[in-house]
């Protein structure tokens, strides 16, 4: 198997098996996401403490793109400070946008290198920013859906 098949591999598994569903008891931060092209939409909540991201779900309907970004945006977030998740979303936004290659990811973001590949469908980028549009929006205290058109 090469890596290409073990990337899809993993977003298949997060599209179909989506990790950190659901609204997060005791959030203080959340934002909506809304896709018009797709119909992907999304809530994201955020338990933030200490200005680091200690907790992070999500709940919505999408594509298996964007629920998978959504599921393993959620998943590497945990820990991570309020200013490490900007660096994050800088890092993923320029790997689906082609600023960056896989190898120019850094290694401790390797499993989210898997969604570089929906850049070759430039229709598809806009499901897998959504989650992470909607993060920094969740970041900010911003209350206007997020959209991605």
Not at 9 to 37: Q, S, T, Y
Request: contains cysteine.
């Amino acid at each position: 198997m090469d890596l290409s098949e073990l990337y899809q591999d993993l977003i298949l598994d997060h599209g179909k098996r989506p990790r950190n569903v659901g609204e997060l008891p005791g959030h203080n931060r959340e934002a909506e996401g809304f896709n018009p092209l797709c119909g992907d939409k999304l809530t994201l909540y955020l338990r933030v403490d200490d200005g680091k991201v200690k907790d992070a779900k999500f709940v919505g309907k999408g594509c298996a793109i964007c629920t998978a970004s959504a599921s393993m945006m959620t998943e590497e977030l945990a820990g991570h400070s309020e200013a490490e998740a900007r660096e994050l979303f800088t890092r993923f936004h320029d790997l689906m946008t082609g600023k960056i290659t896989d190898e120019q990811m850094p290694e401790s973001m390797d499993r989210l290198s898997a969604l570089g590949g929906v850049r070759r469908f430039p229709m598809r980028v806009k499901c897998a920013t959504l989650p992470w549009h909607t993060l920094i929006a969740a970041l900010d205290h911003e209350h206007q859906t997020v959209k991605t058109e």
